[in-house]
């Protein structure tokens, strides 16, 4: 009877216990996007405190992935002085500016998303102040950079871009500032679920910020010693002032 009653009282808990598994909860999980999604929108299956909040769909979320590699993959000012910083200073010097891109950028998408971007619209001698000082900051490290001949000269001339320098070009570039606005745009503005958009979309971006220009500095490293031959580091910051320079000419126009 003992034995009888205690797989009784078992049965009773599990089945009390399976009844209390919310019935939003999925059956399974799909591709590892999907999974992605769930976790950065932190509404995990089988979490009562989370059915009553949808995450963000799939599809937007897939879009936004397309989108965030497309911007911080591709060649811009970040990536190229990440690259240009690595390979004549080395890697644990360039990790400076590494680290601040996504610390500025994060902090322009969050005054983005606070109005910030939609008054800067608004005012065309703000916008057009904001790309005149970044225009100019471009120029002006494009210059130092085709005047950099050798590892030694590169070290004397002081060619470096810190933490905060790294931080506070984010504000003045126009392309970081085209990607919060369409990010806050298309993802966030006018959504009942702002904020948790926001924090879904925050730390991807970060991410993507980081490793992106970690890639590119990477890569500039890895070519250090085969620059410090012959004349081959000069060429290669001409064109990484080349690259430097027309990102200025399209930020006249942009």
Known sequence: RSASWSVRVRWGLLM????????????????????????????WPYSAYNCSTQPMPL??????????????FSPGPNTTLSTALAA????????????????????????????????????????????????????????????????????SARLDVGFWQGTLLQ???????LLALTIVAGWIAGRPDALQRLAVVLPVMLLFAFFSNLAYAATGALLRQWLAQGRRLLWFNR?????????????TTA
């Open 239 to 251: 064109a990484m002032a080349g690259v430097l320079t027309a990102t200025a000419a399209w930020m």
């Open 59 to 72: 599809s937007e979320f897939t879009a936004l992935l397309l989108l965030a590699t497309a911007m911080s």
């Open 88 to 155: 004549n200073r080395g890697l644990p010097h360039a990790m400076r500016f590494v680290c601040a891109v996504p610390v500025g950028w994060s902090a322009l998408l969050l005054l983005c998303a606070g109005g910030v971007g939609a008054l800067v619209l608004a005012a065309p001698m703000l916008r057009l102040a904001i790309k005149a000082v970044g225009i100019g900051y471009l120029l002006w490290l494009a210059w130092k950079l085709s005047q950099t001949a050798s590892l030694a000269a590169a070290d």
């Open 171 to 177: 504000f003045v570039n126009i392309k970081a500032w």
């Open 16 to 43: 009390s216990m399976a009844q209390s598994v919310p019935p939003c909860a999925p059956a399974q999980f799909g591709d590892l996007s999907e999974k992605l999604c769930w976790n950065c929108s932190g509404n």
